[in-house]
Each structure stands twice: as C-alpha cells, then as structure tokens.
C-alpha cells in the first residue's frame, strides 16, 4: 500500500470506532488530530535501508500537537496508530510522563479501543527494572533479614548498612517480617512482584534493598530467573503490538533494547511538554566526594573475585582504588578552599547549600586532580569488564554453580554503577571549550553542594547539559523515524516556538506543527478573576501576608472543591498558619496524607455537600483531573516562575548573556506560560463545568510579559478586581 492509502486506511479505523463507540458524539478536533496522525505516521520509512546500495535515504516524519483540554487526544492518537501499525507489521510506542497516565491508558483506553477494534492487538506496560522485585535478593532478606557473610553475601552500599545498624532491634525485626509476608505473597501468586500493585507500596528505603537491579543482574543466569517477575514482564513485551512506556524508560535505555528499535516502530509522546526537563535529568551527573569507602570494599570484591577466576586484569586494581581514594580527598579538600565560604554561609537555606562554578570554567586547582580521577576510575572499570566477562563466561560453562556465580557477579554489581558515574561525571566537568571555540560552544552546568549527615560533612559535584533540545537530538531524535508529540500544552505565549527549541526539533524539516483548539466554550464556563495586591510581588514577605489574607477571605466562600496552588512550600506554611480554626477542618494539605487518600477524602467531602479545599503546590498543578463540582475553583497565588536557584537554568541564562539573549524573555516567560497554563487547566475539565480561577499577582495584568501569558490561556471572561 502506499503512504496515502495507509492513511486513508487508519482514518477509517478511527471512524469506525466512534461510530461504535456508545454514547460518544463526533469531535471535529479530535478527528483533525487523528487525521494528522495517520498522515505522520504512513509517510515514515521504518526499518533498516541500505543507502549503499542505491535505496533512497529514510523519510523521517514528526508531528507536534497542541491537543486542548476535551479534545480527547488519547483517542485520536491510538486508534490510527494501532491501525497503522497492523497494517505495516510494526510496533506502537507509547510514552508517558506519569503513572497516572499509564495506568489509564493500560487499564482503561487501551481494553476499551481492543474491543472496537477489527483486528485484535496486545498491548503492554513497560516499567523500569527497579519497580520489581528481584527474587533472589527479597528470598536472602525475608530469611536472615541481614547479610550471611561479608565475603559472601554482602550486598548492601554503605550508607544503607549504616542505617542497618542504627535501627533499633524492634525495626529490623519488622523489617524481616515484612520482606518474609511479601515473599509469602509472592510465592502463592497473590501478588505479581510489582512495587505499584502492593496495597501500600513501600518507602524507598525499605523497597531498595530487594529491588531488582540491571547491574547485579545475571539475566538467564541466575538460578531465579524463571521465576523472575521482570523477565516475565519483558516477555509480554515481545508479544505486545502496543506498549506503554514513561520517558524515564524512554531515554535511560537508548540502544540498549530493552523498548522497540525506534526506527521500526511508531513513536508516540504524550504530555510531551515533560520531555525536555525529563532529559535534562537523565543526562546530568553526580558524585560524592566524601562518602568513599565503598571504593575500597569494590577493590576488594574485584581482586577476590578477578583471583578465583584468573583474571589478569585485575593486578592494577589497588593502584586505581588507592588513586581514587586519595583524589577524591584531594577533590573534597580543595572544593572546600575554594568554595568553603560561600557553602557555610548557606546553612539556613531549605536543602543542601549549593555553588556553582561561574560559566562552567573550573578553578584551576581542580582541573588536574579531576583529570587524574577519570583515567583512574577508566582503568579501575576496564578491570571490572574484563572480570564481569569471565563471570558470565563461567556461569555458561558452569550452569549448575549458578547461584554462587549470581552473587559474586552481584557484590560488583552493586557497586560498578557508583564508579561509573565517578566517571561520567569526571568527564562533564572536565569538558571545557576548545581552542578557537567561538560563541556557539554551550558549557554544562557545574556545581558543588555541602550538606550533613549526621556529624559527617558530605561534598557532592554535580555536572549537567544546559540545552535539552541538543541532548535530545543527538540522542533520541537521530534514532526516531515516526513520532507525534502531543500535549495540553506544548504552545508557549500562542507559538509552539519554544517548545521545538526545548525538544530539539526547532529547524527539524521532519517536523510539522498541529493546534487543535478544546472544544469548551471558556467564555461562557469560565471567570478569570486577577485579584492584585497593593505589595509588590517580588517583595515576598509584603506580598505574601496580603495574598493570605485576599486568599482566607475568598476560600470562606468556596460552596464545594477547590485546588489552591502555591509557589513555594514557605509561602504554603504561612497560609496554613493563617486558617482560622473553623476553616482547618476544610483544607487539605499536601503531603499532610499520601496523595490517594487526600483526593479520595476531598471526592468524599464534596459528594456529602460539604466545603473541601486543596492546599498544594507544582506536582498538584497538573494532571489532577477534578471535574464538576470537585474543582469549581483555582487559586493561583503567584506566577510559577520555576525557583531562581536552579543552578542548571542559572547557567543557561548565563550562557544567554553571554551570546547577547536575554534569558528572561527567551527563557524563563515562555517556560511560566506553559506552567501556567496547565495551573490553569485544573478548572474546566468537562463541557458541563463553570469554573472560577483566581490569580493574585498583579503582574499578570500590569507587565508586558504578564499580556504575553494571557495570551497562552485559554479564552476566559477576565474580571480584574482592586485590592480589598
């Protein structure tokens, strides 16, 4: 078939299930959507080609598609997708950016469209390996709750033997307890081994020590691997047409197989708007300059283990080890000369005091000693290869002394992803710009923090990319042949401009942007209501005592739910403090409950008729879904501009300086606009819902850049109120 017919095809796919679909009424946007869709992905040339051999160069197609509030894009992207890919005997990857998301489409969309659907697919969810159990190491805990031997067994990183041995007798106890009843559990089959489906999934530090993990894995090795939760998981992916991934997953396991190659499968981003932050963390680095001790228990592992198999190799690995240890003590040392000051003049701030390295160009005194760090730790992980080599020649060889070779293979493990990033972060702070580089060479980010640990001072040097959009090229996009990016929010100040910038595909000639407007009417449905204060804004102390007060005096009057969204956790505590005692039985307060039990006591409250009043902050601004009466109110109580501290977006406005930009405009406007729109985008949720939504900086109104925000909003009545 040809792209035009495949098109066609997938289009009529679509038609046909809202057709089928009870109760569903046509959306001129949705189909617009769909339409571009298949349009994207029928003209994508997936699968190898050999341009040696005359065959022309690859079609790459990419869509980015601004998909309001209603249009219900899930649809639009899934059924033409899925279709297109039957047809073409290919895969869909679906990535998202939070588990709530995931789970609705796995549990809810993806069954519901395979029912209306003619041809009959399976779909998958795909999580990180850390979200399941590793069987061997959970059996070890739930019977013995500690290590056996050191030299045999001890697979724990300092910090958490540590913490071992802190905890009062009565804890550990629980502990075993606890890992012994999921065992159990796990053995009967009442649970599948995935941290998500357990009633009360665990903190992190009681579910890491039984997480299955890629580097102490030995794979088809180990003794439990036909039981293992993780590989059976892996296998439903194998048979799966559609799978659900997040774009953690998505950019952690590049080339490394684990999802679909990407240049053979259709690629779809929803709430893409979370792509770029999402590879600016998984491409930064860090390492502790202080905590080391556990470099000279992974010599020692390497040499036992490297001797019993005879691995020349290791005969340099006391060198490196010693190297390492010195150098990092060296590194700590002078970071503190350097920058001890500033760091201790810093102990009254929320978190870790922190500094960062002005244009990226270390102190000269850290240069050499850093350089020496990562030709040390190079040659400390060329040892450790060439022993996790002969480890897995062995256990080929060796199949019935699996379980011994799967712990001595974890001791490494457990341990090598540390150096690893010694390494890579060595690197990033090293990297400086050539000789004759002019001002298009972008520096990363480079900061040290200090923080304590007890009594114990802990150094830390972190190093990040500054422009996602770049880590992102080079790294996904070079790989990808057919993709849609789609989102509520991807326009920033009513152009998609910023956003392609951010994703690395401003310039992309593969790349075509779609606005489908929501099919609210936000005029008639909604107010927005900019209530300004006398105080200024940037006078926080002025601003925030007279937001309160305008905030207390407009929540007394919420009938039913309502969502207040702070700025900063301060800011929250000082509004709290403020409730008067009858109003404290109405607010709900982030993190005060797990978020599951405050939303289903906030739905509760408003179908028994009562007030409920949601107090929360970034991570409650979006993708709360709250229609009708449980959210007939917003609250924003300051512009979210993101924290001025951000050393990594610190460094980038630098950088803009520097090249004649300005930061402010370029950067941090169009990077509140979209924040704010999804603020905004918690009021209207249905085509039934009225909605008022409150912002009490004035600057919204009053400033240039506030009118360039306005416009990214949708098109609510705006009433402007004096300060009361």
Not at 351 to 374: D, W
Not at 414 to 428: C, N
Not at 528 to 537: G, K, Q, S, V
């Amino acid at each position: 078939m040809s792209s035009t017919e495949w098109a066609q095809a997938a289009l009529q796919s679509f038609d046909a299930v809202v057709s089928a679909t009870e109760g569903f009424r046509s959306r001129a946007g949705q189909r617009l959507m769909a339409e571009q869709v298949a349009r994207t992905f029928s003209s994508a040339t997936l699968g190898k080609v050999d341009e040696e051999s005359g065959e022309p160069a690859p079609t790459r197609s990419i869509a980015v598609i601004q998909a309001g509030t209603g249009v219900g894009k899930s649809l639009a992207y899934c059924a033409p997708a899925i279709a297109l890919a039957l047809a073409r005997g290919t895969r869909v990857l679906i990535s998202t950016a939070t588990v709530a998301l995931q789970e609705q489409l796995v549990n809810k969309d993806l069954p519901a469209l395979a029912a209306l659907m003619p041809q009959p697919f399976k779909f998958a969810l795909a999580k990180g390996r850390g979200r399941y159990v590793c069987k061997l190491k959970l059996d070890r805990l739930a019977g013995h709750g500690e290590a056996e031997e050191e030299g045999e067994d001890d697979l724990f990183a300092e910090e958490e033997a540590a913490a071992r041995a802190k905890r009062p007798r009565h804890e550990t106890e629980a502990r075993i307890q606890f890992y012994s009843t999921m065992a159990q559990t796990l053995a009967k089959g009442a649970w599948d081994g995935d941290r998500d489906s357990l009633d009360t999934p665990p903190e992190p530090e009681v579910w890491s020590p039984v997480a299955a993990e890629g580097a102490s894995c030995t794979g088809k090795h180990c003794p439990a691997f036909s039981q293992c939760t993780y590989y059976d998981k892996r296998k439903e992916l194998v048979g799966a047409q559609v799978i659900v991934a997040n774009h953690d997953l998505l950019l952690s396991s590049l080339g490394a197989r684990v999802l679909p190659e990407l240049d053979n499968c259709l690629l779809v981003l929803d709430e893409a708007h979370h792509l770029p932050s999402t590879a600016l963390d998984q491409f930064a680095c860090s390492m502790d300059l202080s905590r080391i001790t556990w470099i000279e228990r992974l010599a020692s592992r390497g040499l036992r283990i490297g001797a019993l198999l005879e691995v020349e190799e290791i005969a340099d690995i006391p060198k490196h080890s010693a190297q390492l240890r010195q150098t990092l003590q060296d590194l700590a040392r002078i970071v503190m000369d350097v920058y001890g000051a500033q760091l201790k003049s810093q102990k009254d701030t929320w978190g870790p005091a922190r500094v960062r390295v002005p244009r990226g160009e270390l102190p000269e005194p850290l240069i050499a000693p850093l350089g020496l760090l990562a030709a040390s730790a190079e040659g400390f992980l060329e040892a450790l290869r060439a022993i996790s080599k002969a480890l897995r020649a062995e256990m080929r060889d060796k199949p019935d002394e699996a379980k011994r070779l799967s712990t001595l293979y974890a001791q490494i493990g457990m341990l090598a992803p540390r150096l690893e990033e010694l390494h890579a972060t060595a690197q990033l702070l090293l990297q400086d710009a050539p000789e004759g580089a002019d001002h298009t060479f972008v520096p990363a980010a480079k900061w040290f923090t200090l923080e304590m640990d007890g009594d114990f001072i802990v150094v830390k040097a972190h190093a990040s990319p500054i422009l996602p959009g770049t880590t992102l090229r080079n790294h996904l996009w070079s790989a990808v042949r057919g993709a849609v990016l789609t989102s509520a929010t991807l326009t920033s100040c009513g152009h998609f401009d910023f956003f392609l910038r951010e994703a690395g595909l401003h310039g992309d000639e593969a790349t075509t942007t779609l606005e489908v407007p929501s099919p609210f009417n936000y005029a008639a449905q909604g107010t927005l209501i900019a209530a300004e204060t006398r105080a200024d804004p940037k006078n926080a102390a002025q601003f925030t005592a007279e937001m309160v007060d305008a905030l207390l005096h407009d929540i007394a009057r919420v009938e039913y739910g309502a969502l207040v969204l702070f700025t900063s956790r301060e800011q929250m505590r000082q509004a709290v403090d403020a409730l008067p005692t009858a109003m404290r039985s109405v607010v709900l307060v982030q993190n005060a409950l797990p978020r599951t039990q405050l939303l289903r006591r906030h739905r509760e409250r408003v179908e028994n008729g009562e007030p409920s009043v949601i107090f929360g902050m970034q991570s409650f601004g979006e993708g709360l879904d709250l229609p009708g009466r449980l959210c007939e109110s917003v609250f924003i109580t300051k512009l979210p501009f993101a924290p001025p501290d951000d050393p990594v977006g610190e460094a980038r406005a630098e950088w803009l300086r520097a090249v004649g930009r300005d930061p402010f405009s370029e950067l941090v406007v169009p990077a509140t606009a979209i924040r704010l729109a999804q603020w905004v985008g918690r009021a209207i949720r249905t085509e039934e819902d009225m909605a008022h939504v409150y912002c009490y900086d004035k600057r919204l109104t009053r400033t240039s850049y506030g009118q360039r925000l306005l416009k990214g909003l949708p098109p609510f009545a705006l009433e402007q109120r004096a300060p009361l």
